[in-house]
């Protein structure tokens, strides 16, 4: 076996030198190379003392390694070593050896101990449990490492170890320490971090006069180690990440330490004999409960770094101002409504961070700290800045983000070393003047402000490289934006553009453009010169065509095209070889483009949304392909090329036509391999009606004809329709009840039944010819988000089944939903209009209560955080957010009532655009609106008493409203529709306390009998409604429901018992 060529290289390296060191690291060494090596060596550098083996991969060492004696240090880190060769021993030389990640190393040679001369031993990231006694007969170590090793304990015998200066102990499984540790008495620095299980030291730690550095942090230390107070000569001691609750008045003894590290404990308050420790330098205090510093703070004046953040702090003492020293300051995350002016004594700040606090001014002389390079503000409440900010000039980061700037002045023009400036997330109605001077911008944040245009003389911040005016209000770019040449990312989403000018295609560095969510109907000429773009987006415009000079963007990796208005893809497309990502949905699509099959590398293909019939068998060329998103299509078949794409990992394909031999293939082909990722919907034409009978058994034979027969007559859309403009309905009704069928949870065990019942309920609603036609298309919208009185239904189980299954998920998760709808309906009453509410309602109560709703792309509102009542996917289909009325307004409404605010009842966003659910707040909503059911329990119970005995009394008296038989299952349905005679209902049961059932009943039967034959006779006389007449009943209709909701929501949240069908103009 010859030497390799780099191999040979590196010797000739090495005797180009001193020939006393050789590096053969990363060369994937075998041990029978390194054998071969060893004569090589011993010929060529005779004189050899430094052998660096690291990163090989080699199991063993050859015996030959021994012949090496003159080595002084090896390296055989990062290889496969399970064990030692005993030859190691005779390198009776060495001084130094790393053995560090060989993860499989257990054991050790016994006579190790040979290596009389070994000062440095790195044994971590190995697998050795327990530590190895042979190490503690090499009196000389002076450094050992054995972090990251599982070791569980320490043997008496670490006590022979007398010489040792450094001792990293950390990330192991460490219960407790011998009271041997104690006479290392040469130790200088001991780690004993991220030993979880370790609540304690010896006394005999003490003993350790000379340690300088002791590390305890990740420890479950609950209170102040007092041994510690003796080692007088301690420079540095980390306590961080414990559960220390407080610090004894003798830490003041530690007078020689100049680093201290407490942050993430549970401090609520400091000694003042913190203050004797005259000589610390850092201090780091973040992340506990102080709500104000001690008395003697100003003492330490040595101090050069302070950390203070996350605490709970609502003043600083005017004597901070004495620690003139301090070079950087952090004040993040507090209460701090105000500073004191003698913060600006501070003239050494370098570093000042105040964000995340109650801020509404800066300081008086705040322009003194003249040094200041970083200054963070963001998330206060700055309503203006003072002039004298200019005379800070020698910042080069400036945050101003997350406050309620209107202004600024224009001094801050002088800043001219600025390279990093945010000020996103205000009320900046426009740039200052002046604000060309900033030539060394780098990086601009002006995202979420109200920005309608912007000066020409942005044009001269060339260095720019980010520039983000995403969430503005721009109608145009300015000249001189071409002269932006350094730009790399720049974001232009949420705006109103209608237009770019030509010249954007000089920004030929850009990397990252966004102009999502604009009003762009065209792209411009010039467009494709910017031939470095890697990600470009374009949803959510109105985009009809693009030019095919798009295709000259052949670094493109990440197209999104999605909710414009393309039928089609220009030619060339086909040349952005590099797409990984291409999002197509809510298009026009009828067809797949066939340049599409030439993107090979294509991973990501979202096609939702469009009027795909079918897809090309090409499909099966895309290789790569991970993620193929196709809901809400027409499609029937896969082409069977589909099952060759090894790399796909999600296929989504809900809300189409598959056939039943389509989703069968499916299954078998695709179900084991994706689980859950594989969406389709199940029920089709030709098994729907296996679920009907599941549903309404053998004795609902005639039911489920008349549903069969009906819905197969019907044609329903799911908006309102013009049809003076030609507008024809989108689905059959047999399609839509296909759709919901779908869509009926299954296995819910005992409360299944509460599902079948209200499916049939739903049904009945369908086919009655009094119901309105959008009724069904709310039935295709998923059961749990239904408008129709099935939600009354499930309130009365609710009702019963909290009391006896208090801790049932399926029942909370229920009533949890519904106190949320409640809630939200009665806060957004005035923002919305009538005939959005329920799709609003529905779509904002999905993004608290959907679990994976943030990931979702459709969802304009991203609200993250534990769900503790979130039903599964599998309970509720997720189907989109299909509200387009979400309004700034709406959507801040919305956050306050479930998500974390502040002291001023304002959403806090975790990064822009994102909430997080406050569960406190939820859980008060469910606990309400529980209270609430609870009251009208009662009246329900009466009704539901009074329904079964009126039912019995009928098949008693073997009533009929009508000589049809047929007809007696529709008869009997409207007249127990509480809904339709809620008047007369309340009217009989609310006079009669004797509780007469069957008097009762024949009052309501004769009073419904002689109401439904009035309305009888009066259809009969009466012409077919035109579509205008259908519209005023459906108006009329619509505001007697808007009325009762409100009147309902205005009356503490009590939940409505006969609510009629709130949704009216549902879109899928």
Known sequence: MQLREEVNKRIQKSLSGSGRELDLSNLVLTAEEVKLLIPVIQEKLPRLEILNLRKNKFKQLPPEISKLTNLKELDLSNNKLKELSPEICRLTNLRKLNLSNNYNLKRFPPKIKELENLRILDLSSTSLDKFPLEITTLISLQQLNLSD??????????????????????????????????????????????????????????????????????????????????????????????????????????????????????????????????????????????????????????????????????????????????????????????????????????????????????????????????????????????????????????????????????????????????????????????????????????????????????????????????????????????????????????????????????????????????????????????????????????????PPQIGNLVKLTNLDLSHNLLEQLPQGIEKLVNLIVLGLSSNKFRQVPSSIWKLLNLQKLYLSNNQLRELSAEIGRLINLQILSLPNNRLETFPETLASLNNLKSLNAMNNPLSYETIRWLGGTFQTRLGDRLRYTRSTLRDYRAVLMALYGKEGKDKIRRIEVYMRKKEYSYKPIDEKKGEKPDKSGRDILVEFLGKVPQNQGSYQKLYDKAVKNLLDQAINEETRKNTIATIATSLNNCGTPVMNLIRQH?????????????????????????????????????????????????????????????????????????????????????????????????????????????????????????????????????????????????????????NTYLKQKQAKLFDDPDNWDSSLGRLLDVDTHEKELNEILGQNNDKDWVELSQKYFEKIKEKIKEEASKDCVSTPPTPETEAVRSKSFRQVSIQKQRKASDTDLTPTINTRQRRTSPQM
């Open 149 to 546: 090793t599982s070791l569980q304990g320490l043997p008496p015998e670490i006590g022979k170890l007398i010489n040792l200066k450094w001792l990293d102990l950390s990330y192991n499984l460490l219960q407790q320490l011998p009271p041997e540790i104690g006479r290392l008495a040469n130790l200088r620095e001991l780690n004993l971090s991220k030993n979880e299980n370790l609540d304690e030291v010896p006394p005999q730690i003490k003993e350790l006069e000379n340690l300088r550095i002791l590390n305890l942090s990740s420890t479950s230390l609950d209170k102040f180690p007092l041994e510690i107070i003796m080692l007088i000569n301690l420079q540095q001691l980390n306590l961080s990440d414990t559960s220390i609750q407080g610090l004894p008045p003798e830490i003041g003894k530690l007078i020689n330490l100049k680093w201290l590290d407490l942050s993430h404990n549970l401090l609520q308050q400091l000694p003042p004999e913190i203050s004797k420790l005259i000589n610390l330098k850092w201090l780091n205090l973040s992340h506990n409960l102080l709500e104000q510093l001690p008395q003697g703070i100003e003492r330490l004046v040595s101090l050069i770094t302070l950390g203070l953040s996350y605490n709970q702090l609502k003043q600083l003492p005017p004597q901070i101002g004495n620690l003139v020293k301090l070079a950087n300051l952090d004040l993040s995350r507090n209460l701090l409504k105000q500073l004191p002016p003698e913060i600006s004594k501070l003239i050494n700040l370098k570093w000042l961070n105040l964000s995340h606090n109650l801020l509404e001014q800066l300081p008086q002389g705040i322009e003194r700290l003249v040094n200041l390079i970083t200054f963070a503000l963001s998330n206060n409440q700055l309503k203006q800045l003072p002039p004298q900010i200019g005379n800070l000039v020698k910042l080069t980061n400036l945050d101003l983000s997350h406050n309620l700037l209107k202004k600024l002045p224009p001094e801050i023009s002088k800043l001219i070393n600025l390279k990093w400036l945010n000020l996103s997330h205000n009320l900046l109605e426009q740039l200052p003047q002046g604000i060309e001077r900033l030539v060394n911008l780098i990086q601009f944040g002006l995202s979420y402000n109200k920005l309608k245009q912007l000066p020409p003389q942005i044009g001269n911040l060339v260095k720019l490289t980010n520039l983000d005016l995403s969430h503005n209000l721009l109608e145009q770019l300015p000249q001189g934006i071409e002269r932006l040449v350094n730009l790399i990312q720049f974001g232009l989403s949420y705006n109103q553009l209608k237009q770019l000018p030509p010249q954007i295609g000089n920004l030929v560095k850009l990397t990252n453009l966004d102009l999502s969510h604009n009003l762009l109907e065209q792209l411009p000429q010039g467009i494709e010169r910017l031939v470095n773009l890697i990600q470009f987006g374009l949803s959510y415009n109105q985009l009809k065509q693009l």
């Open 798 to 950: 609710l009702i019963g089944l909290s009391k006896d299954e208090k801790n049932n998920i399926l029942v909370q998760n229920l009533i949890a939903r519904e106190a949320l709808e409640a809630e939200v309906s009665s806060k957004l009453n005035n923002l919305v209009k009538e005939n959005e509410s329920v799709e609003l309602i529905n779509t904002l109560v999905d993004c608290v209560y959907l679990k994976g709703a943030e990931t979702m792309e459709a969802n304009k509102i991203k609200i993250v955080g534990e769900r503790e009542r979130c039903p599964s996917k599998s309970n509720y289909p997720l189907y989109g957010f299909h509200a387009n009325t979400i309004t700034p307004e709406v959507t801040q409404t919305f956050v306050r009532i479930c998500c974390i605010t502040d002291q001023e009842g304002e959403p806090v966003q975790e990064s822009p655009g994102v909430y997080t659910l406050d569960q406190k707040k939820l859980q008060d909503i469910t606990d309400r609106y529980r209270a609430n059911l609870g009251r009208v329990s009662p009246k329900i119970q009466v009704i539901e008493n009074f329904k079964g005995k009126f």
